[in-house]
Structure formats: C-alpha cells, structure tokens
C-alpha cells in the first residue's frame, strides 16, 4: 500500500508541471493590442460557455449522487460510490476548465511566436496542450488512488477489497458522464459556428476563413477550444480513468490478489513521469519538421513506457506476468495501427483523399457520395485491428489482459493529449493571425503547424476509438464477474437466443443512429440560427455590407482611401458577441437529451429484464449491441468528416483535375465547402461523442449492477 504515495506524488508531479508551464506561458508576450483584444474575446466567450454548461452540469451531477446515496443505502450497500462519482464529475471538470483556460491564452501567444518563427510557435503551443495532457492524467491519477488509498486507510469497508472497488467505480461514472456532455455540447457549439462561419462567409459572401468581417468567426475559433480542447480532454480522461478502474475491478474478480488491482494505478504513475520526459523531447529547430519534433516525443515516450511496463508488472505480479505485458504491448500497437489507418484515409494527398477531390469536380453531391464511401471503407481495417486485439490479449492474460490492452494504449495520454491539444492552439492561432491583418508569412507558419496538427489529431482519434473499443469491453467483463458474484452463476452467460436478450441486442445496435440523429439535428438547428444571423448582419449594417463590397473589389493595393476607409469601419461593426450567444444557448439546451439516453437506457432495459427475471442477461445484449454498433459508426463518421475537410483543404492550396487548375473561390471548392460542412458535425460532434456513449452506458452498468439485480 505504501508503493501507492508514489503513485500519488506522480499525480502531484503532473499538476506542478501543469502549473508551472501554464505560468510560462502568462509570462509570453501576447503581441498587438488588436492580437490581445481578438484572444481575449475567444477567451471570455468559451469561459463564459463553460460556465454556463457547468451550471447546467452541478444540478444534473448533485441529483445522480443523491440517487446513487438513495440507492446503496436501499440495498444495503455502501454509499460512497456517491462520493466517488461527485470526486470523479469534480476532476473531469476542472481538466476541461485547466486546459481550456491556458489553450485561450496559448493561442494569441503562438501568433505572436509565429511572426519570429516557425520554431517559436510550435514551442508555444505545445506546450500550452501539454498543460491539458497533464492536467488530465494528473487529476485522473490523483483521484482513482487518493480515494483507494483513503477508502483502504478508513477502514471503511472492513477489508472487503470488493466492495471498496466497487465503491470507486462511481469516480469513472462521474468522469463519463461530465465526458459525454462536454463532448455533445463542445460538439454542438464549434459545428453551429463553424457550418455559419463557412456557408455564409465563405460560400454566399466569398470572403476568406476566419476574416474578420465575419460575426461567426470568434465564434469558430472558440468552438474549436470548447470542442477539441475540454471535449476531447474530459474524452480521454474518461477513457483512461475507465481503463485503470475496469482493470482494478477484473484484476480482484479474477485473481483476488491486491497486486493485480494496484498493477493498473503504478502504470498510470509511471505514463505520468514517462509523459513528462516525452515533453521534453519535443524541440525543432528553425527550418525543422515540426512533425518530426511531436513524433520524437509521442513515439519516444512510447517507447520508454515499454520498458517500464515491462518492470513493473514483472515486479508487481508472480502469476503470467509476461502474458500481462504481451497484452499491453497488443493495446499499443493496435492503437498505433488505427491511428496510422485513420491517418490513410483522412490525410492531405492520400489515394481517399484525393478520390472525394476528383469528385467534386461535377458538384457537391458526388462530393458527399464519396466521402460516405471513404468513411464506411474506413471502418474495415480498425474494426479488424481490434478483433485481433482482443482475441490475443484475451489468450495472453484473459479477460485481465483486454483491460490491461486498453490500459497500454493510454498509458502515455499525457503526451498524446499534448500533441491532440497542440492542434486547436494552432487552428486558432491562425485564425488570429487573419483577423488581425498580419503579414502573409505568419499565417503560412500557423497554417504548417495545424497542418501537422490535423495529422496528430487523425492519430489521436485512432487511439481514442481502439481504447473505447477495448475499455468498454473491460468494463462489460468487469459487469459480468459483478454479476456472477451476485447472482452465483459461474460462468454468467448472455443467450443470444433468448428473445429478450434479442430484442436488447436490437436496441442497443440502434442507439448510436438515435444518437447521432439527436447530435447531428442538434447541430442542425444550432447552425440554421447562426447562418440566418450572419445574413441579418450582412444584410442590415450598413457598414458591414459596404465593407464587404470593397473587399469585392479585389487586392488591397487596387483600394481608394476612402474604400479603406469603408472598410475600417466595417470592421468594428460586426456584432461576435450575438454568435457567441447563439451557440452557448444552443449548445446548453441540445446537449440534454443524447446525454441523458446515454444514462437513463441501461437502467430502464435492466429494470424492464427484472420483470421476466432476465435484467441481467438482457442488459447484457444492450451492451453488446450498443458496442459493436457505436465503434464502427464512430470509425465511419469521424473518417469520412476527415476526408471531407482534407479534401476542401487540398482545394484551397490549388489542385489540378483533367488538366485544369482549381483554387479557392471556384465551383469545385464550394462543392468541397459543403461536403466539409456535411462532415463537421460527422468528426466533431456525433462521431467523438458515440466513443463516450458506449463507454457511459457500460458504467453505467458496472455502477448500477448491485442496486438493479
């Protein structure tokens, strides 16, 4: 048990170094006034949405725990479970909150570093998503082992290491939960900007991405903070918490032995201080490949985390320790292997990419044809990836050795996260950089370092798909030998030919299409309210629509001094804080019901099963069918949204069709602009949130097993 304050001092370790470059990054210059008062903007609107989505948050989180407290105590069981859920909602909230709040300040400083060099910029903003990297592992790890060790030191359970297992799990339901509603909501936020931003500035007015005559574009580049930085943060914290949680719960079920339990919590300690060292391998020199620089430290931090897992569980564990260690060498190379793949098939230049490309050239319906097909092609090779996974690190270590697959490919979140969150940083640092009129070279510096972001996110994704796949499936098994202890049925088996189980099986393969419809008509409706915004104020400032007129006129050189007159004025009138307000509000009203399907389905199906005394077999079938349906849905959407961007960016740097160039401005890129619009809410809203939806409901599952059977 004493090992365990190491594992909690790593925890503490990761917080200092997250305060310690969040101070860094302070300490940076923020450049011109207009640079400061831009990011200041970006920065006060997504406060302000996560402000106003934790108030939404506090009331649904206070009413789960007390329900949780109700319940146990009806059973006869410990109540603490509700304590660990408010502990694990808490430290997915404050991830989101850290690393947002340096991503906003990260993003103008890059800008600023950008007009130095390339060099500079891609220090300052990767260290800005190394701040939300180890904000996550370090809350992640602190949580799961402080409430281990305080639950263990009380007594509280009289050495019934069960229950007290049992009792954590609430932490994993605490963190999926805020999860799925940071993702959906962050989803619908960025999407409902970005679909406004695009179609009314870039497809019926013509003017560039994120120009500042656009009322939607602070609302984009705040959007790509509240999705892509706390969304994917409160993701892969929950994902990683998950791992560690179903690993303890199987590593008790299975062998009874505290060293299989405590295994998953020293290998998170050590990804912590591995993570931290991976950090200081990312340097480039001026004229460097920044992909080579976040390579070094993501594959090299990698590479030292096998060499630790393999002493540590050879040191931890006596019984199949190297069938252990084989099992999370399979997680890492799957993870790897479906990151590669996504890379393939959503990458600039590659043989899918360019096929959505060449068809765009007679309009936007073959444009959405292909990415479709690109997307459903996309689902073959992962899907198999994690097949073989599972089936290897099954005949390695069993049902210990999936979990412990899962636990491998995220053992190093705090680099990968790093790496993801350095992505949205340089999107918006060019953003900046547009609207506040710099030279031409700033925003080719930005646009180097998102480009390279776009590619670490396509691995990013891979990783967070093949670990929702194989940590849901931990967690299944982590319910299953709950319920075999419960009920005294050993082997605890699902019939597929039982009727019930059937008809569960049925409905849990049709939740990812209702929870995408949901997503995506969320985004919808969000997105219909900017665009007629955005034409309201095209159409009645009279500023703004002059302005926009000379900006029609062509290259700034052509313009009078009363045309850039005009054209000043115009830039003071368009009204962000209007956009702004339309996407928080529609972000907090839609973001309610995908999430509560997630929570309230397994309870209702489990309660439904009671009545012909077959809760648990018929929950079973939910499960299964909910995950073999939402992987491959989340592999399609976020493959073919992918493709579709990639491929409206191949465009704009100018490509060449049957002989003939094309650019930006012509036919072929606004049949790309709509098939990128087609996709945003595919890889940015639906498709991330169906990771955290299988995941949910499975512990949802684990959590409410003993109360509902």
């Given amino acids: 048990m004493n090992n365990l304050y190491y594992v909690i001092g790593a925890g503490v370790l990761a917080m200092l170094y997250a305060f310690w470059k969040t101070g860094w990054i302070n300490s940076q210059d923020e450049g011109t006034d207009r640079m400061k008062q831009i990011g200041a903007s970006i920065a006060d609107g997504a406060m302000a949405f996560l402000k106003a989505e934790y108030r939404v948050l506090a009331i649904f989180v206070v009413i789960v725990a007390c329900l949780l407290a109700f319940a146990a105590n009806s059973v006869g069981d410990s109540w603490l479970v509700s304590i660990s859920f408010l502990v694990g909602a808490l430290a997915s909230g404050l991830a989101g909150f850290l690393g947002m709040r340096v991503a906003t300040k990260a993003n103008n400083r890059t800008t600023n570093a950008a007009q130095s060099s390339l060099a500079k910029a891609l220090n300052v903003a990767f260290t800005g998503g190394s701040v939300m990297g180890l904000s996550v592992v370090g809350l992640g790890v602190l949580g799961v082992t402080s409430l281990y060790v305080i639950y263990d030191y009380l007594e509280l359970f009289n050495d019934d290491s069960q229950k007290l297992i049992q009792a954590i799990t609430g932490f994993s339901l605490g963190a999926s939960s805020i999860a799925l509603f940071a993702r959906v909501g962050g989803g619908i936020y960025t999407k409902a900007a970005d679909v406004g931003a695009d179609l009314v500035g870039k497809v019926e007015a013509g ?34 918490v998950g791992a560690i949680i179903g690993s303890m719960v199987l590593g008790w079920a299975i062998f009874g032995e505290l060293a299989y339990v405590t295994l998953p919590l020293y290998i998170a300690g050590a990804g912590i201080i591995v993570s931290i060292i991976g950090t200081f391998m990312v340097s480039a020199k001026e004229g460097g490949s920044p992909q080579k620089a976040l390579n070094i430290g993501e594959f090299g931090s990698s590479g030292i985390m096998v060499i630790v897992m393999y002493f540590l569980i050879t040191y931890t564990v006596e019984t199949n320790a190297m069938g252990i260690f084989y099992a999370t060498l399979i997680g890492l190379a799957a993870g790897l292997g479906i990151g590669l793949i996504t890379e393939h098939y959503t990458g600039t230049g590659t043989k899918p990419v360019k096929s959505v490309v060449d068809q765009s050239i007679t309009g936007s319906a073959t444009n959405i044809i292909a990415g479709l097909g690109v997307g459903m092609q996309s689902t073959f090779i992962p899907v198999l990836i994690i097949a073989v996974a599972i089936v290897f690190a099954h005949q390695n270590a069993g049902l210990y050795g999936i979990a412990m697959a899962a636990l491998g490919m995220l053992a ?42 776009n590619t670490t996110a396509a691995i990013g994704k891979g990783f967070a798909i093949g670990s929702a796949a194989l940590t849901t499936l931990a967690l299944f098994a982590a319910f299953s030998e709950i319920i ?9 088996l699902i019939n597929i030919s039982e009727p019930i189980v059937m008809a569960a099986l049925f409905i849990g393969a049709m939740l990812p299409f209702l929870f995408s419809s949901l997503a995506m008509g969320a985004v919808g409706r969000a997105a219909m ?39 000043e004025a115009g830039l003071t009138k368009a009204d962000h804080g209007r956009c ?93 602009v709509v098939g990128d619009t087609v996709g945003d809410p595919f890889k940015d809203t639906s498709g991330p949130s169906l990771n955290i939806l299988i995941k949910l409901m499975s512990v949802v599952s684990l959590v409410m097993a003993p109360f509902l059977f």
């Avoid at 656009?214 to 993701?235: E, F, H, L």
């Avoid at 009129?437 to 480009?451: I, Y």
């Avoid at 900017?530 to 159409?539: A, C, N, T, W």
């Fill in 207 to 240: 003017i560039p991405e994120d120009h500042p005559l656009n009322p939607a574009t602070i609302a984009d580049n705040v959007g790509d903070n509240v999705g892509d930085v706390a969304g994917m943060g409160a993701d892969l914290f929950e994902s990683y």
């Fill in 412 to 453: 190093n979140t705090g680099i990968q996260l790093a790496v993801d969150a350095y992505g949205p940083i340089s999107d918006n640092a060019g953003g900046i950089a547009e609207m506040a009129g710099l030279p031409p070279e700033v925003r080719e510096r930005t646009d180097k370092l998102d480009a390279v972001g």
């Fill in 484 to 492: 075999k202890s419960k009920l005294g049925e050993s082997p605890f």
């Fill in 529 to 567: 309210a900017m665009i007629e915004e955005v034409r309201r104020q095209f159409r009645e400032i009279p500023e703004l629509k002059a302005a926009l007129e000379v900006l029609g006129k062509g290259d700034e050189s052509s313009w009078s001094d009363e045309d850039k007159s005009i054209y």
């Fill in 580 to 672: 702004i307000e339309i996407s928080t509000q529609s972000a907090i009203k839609e973001m309610l019901l995908p999430g509560l399907l997630a929570v309230v389905t397994p309870i209702l199906i489990g309660l439904l099963g009671n009545l012909v005394n077959m809760g648990p077999q018929a929950l079973g079938g939910l499960l299964a069918g909910v995950t073999v349906s939402g992987v491959a849905m989340a592999i399609f959407q976020s493959n073919a949204g992918g493709a579709w961007d990639n491929a409206k960016k191949m465009i704009e740097e100018g490509i060449e069709i049957n002989g003939e160039k094309y650019g930006k401005g012509s036919d072929v890129h606004k049949a790309a």
